[in-house]
């Protein structure tokens, strides 16, 4: 892409400002551009170039000083609370945030570690890529059981914007035809390993209320016309993501939307350009732009436009809104309702069990699948829930052969037992829930009264914790998936419960905070992600949702983001906004 597309100081009224360069930044940027709109997209870290910067991808580990093994002295100083993700290592560090210059509080004896990704792109570089669409189970759920706000949408809403986000991203998986798992535009699934297929016939045999299915991800396996004009081809299975993707075979702005908005010749990037606040007009009820610190020297701008759209993430988006504090708003931008800053929820991955598979000793698997196996949840309505809490827990899944780096562990000396390093072990299958955290007003984030950051920015203060109800459904799950197991004829079963070491944020899947709502009394948003308060302005990244159901978010952030889009695009039009 052209230097042209970056920018420093503008005193253009741009159509659109895109805060955020993430998942639904990249989408909003490419919807508006594409509708013909002059967009502006600020991000608040550096450039990331497609495959120039990805500078750990194709490295062996033993290309790194510590085998990828990040510095002790480097985590303890910029990285405590960012090396507890999957993703973190040192051929993977550039994308994480510096914590140095990134602090937060939180309440004590509570914790949330929040996962930061600052760059072109954000977390669409580093996401695990499991993508599902949501069920009208998960938008009911809050009615059904009186736990949260009633969600304004159902799934006839967004079911054809899942379609033209998936179309377009390129989503794997299999059609399955399940009430809680509404199936999407697909690309064929990642193959099943032999033990898995096994195991899958002995799961549908004994369980068939409960299928397993092959993950749903963002990745090519057979890419359409429309995927290779964007300049991806097929995903390779190296199972490296994280280290960014020359190939573009998963989805990430970099390989997808960005190079789409910036074919329109109507997109301008702002890199370094850390979002202090809105510029709200008391007398027309608008924003008119946001107000800047450069990332850098730390000098401050702003920038204009008719329409604003915050994609900053969950927490970066209610940042700003409670930051912008106005003679209409003390408490913060679109907060007449008091609930911005509440309900932060995540989801809960803190139970599991695996056993040992006999057999299969002339079979392996070819590459590195990037996705595993996936039981969706089966207590998807109250009349399935536990008696002991409310809702319920997917299960992901994988069957693995042990290789030398569990062997090296077994007692042994000589030649033979060299030898032995060099073939692979016996078969395990595991399993680990993906439970779904309740919508608890007291779940909160708020701007800490006396701390600031580097930029002089109050600190986010965050107040969250697993309730009963999701210690409760872990225990549960443990249980469930160590009977399953032993029933389907694995040895050794060994089952795990560890949410205390597995607190709110480390999911990375942190949504509430400016929820949606028919009732401007109770919620910051409408149906289409504009805030109820101020006409010009939405939000439709996590930050929007009323509940986290058991699916990975991403998906649905995508289709929201496009359907406000349109939404704002008529609005404007029409000239209501």
């Known amino acids: 892409m052209s230097e042209e597309l970056y920018i420093h100081e503008s005193s253009e009224e741009y159509d659109a400002i895109v805060v955020g360069s993430g998942i639904s930044g990249g989408w ?53 609370v960012q090396k507890q993700c999957y993703a973190f290592t040192d051929a993977t560090k550039h994308f994480f945030g510096n914590d140095k210059d990134l602090p937060y509080s939180r309440e004590e004896g509570k914790r949330f570690e929040w996962i930061r990704a600052n760059q072109l792109g954000g977390k669409s570089l580093l996401w ?29 809403d967004l079911q054809k914007w899942y379609s033209h986000v998936e179309k377009h991203a390129g989503i794997s998986g299999s059609k399955e035809n399940l009430p809680q798992l509404p199936d999407s535009e697909f690309l064929p699934p990642f193959e099943m390993s032999k033990p898995e297929i096994e195991l899958k016939k002995r799961f549908d045999k004994l369980y068939p209320e409960r299928p397993i299915i092959m993950g749903r991800t963002a990745h090519l396996t057979k890419p359409s016309t429309l995927h290779m004009q964007q300049g991806r081809v097929q995903c390779q299975a190296r199972n490296e993501c994280q280290k960014g993707c020359s190939f573009g075979a998963y989805f990430s702005t970099q390989s997808s939307t960005l190079p789409a908005a910036a074919k329109t010749n109507n997109l301008s990037i702002a890199p370094n350009s850390v979002v202090h606040s809105l510029i709200y007009d008391e007398k027309t009820k608008r924003v008119k732009g946001v ?32 930051n912008t504090k106005t003679k209409s708003f003390p408490n913060g931008l679109a907060n007449s309702s008091g609930v911005l800053g509440h309900y932060l929820m995540d989801h809960n991955y803190g139970a599991g069990a695996g056993g040992r598979l006999e057999g299969f000793e002339d079979e392996y698997y070819s590459g590195r699948r990037p996705t595993g196996l996936y039981m969706p949840n089966f207590r998807f309505e109250p009349s399935r829930y536990s008696k002991k809490y409310l809702r319920g827990f997917a299960l992901g899944a994988g069957a693995q052969r042990s290789n030398w780096q569990g062997i090296r562990y077994q007692k042994g000396v000589g030649a033979d037992f060299k030898d032995k390093l060099t073939r692979p072990g016996g078969w395990s299958f595991g399993m680990y829930a993906q439970g779904e955290m309740l919508p608890r007003y007291e779940n909160q984030v708020s701007l800490h009264p006396t701390k600031t950051d580097k930029w002089g ?107 406000a889009v349109d939404y704002c695009v008529n609005e404007m039009k029409n000239k209501r906004i």
């Open 28 to 80: 909003a940027a490419k919807e508006f551009c594409e509708r013909g709109f002059n967009t502006l997209m600020i991000e608040r870290g550096r450039v990331v170039k497609h495959r120039e910067d990805y500078i750990g991808e194709g490295k062996g580990p033993w290309e790194f000083p510590n085998r990828t093994k990040v510095d002790n002295l480097l985590v303890e100083e910029q990285h405590k």
């Open 128 to 156: 695990h890529r499991q993508s599902y669409r949501l069920s009208d189970y998960d938008f009911g759920a809050n009615k059904a059981d009186g736990h949260g706000n009633d969600w304004p949408i159902r799934y006839n």
């Open 291 to 322: 107000r800047v610190i450069d990332n850098n020297d730390l000098t401050t701008r702003e920038y204009y436009a008719k329409v604003v759209f915050l994609c900053a993430s969950t927490l970066g988006s209610t940042q700003i809104l409670l």
């Open 457 to 563: 920015m109050p600190q986010l203060h965050i107040n969250c914790e697993w309730s009963k109800n999701e210690m409760d459904m872990m225990h549960d799950a443990a249980d469930i998936a160590a009977e399953m197991l032993t029933n389907i004829g694995l040895k050794d079963v060994t089952s795990r419960v560890n949410y205390k070491d597995n607190p709110p944020g480390l999911q990375i899947h942190e949504v509430g905070t400016a929820r949606m709502g028919r009732d401007p009394k109770d919620s910051v948003l409408n149906s289409y992600n504009q805030t109820h308060d101020v006409a010009n302005l939405f939000v439709t990244d996590g930050s929007s949702f009323c509940s986290t159901s058991t699916q990975n978010p991403s998906l649905t952030f995508m289709a929201l983001t496009a359907r």
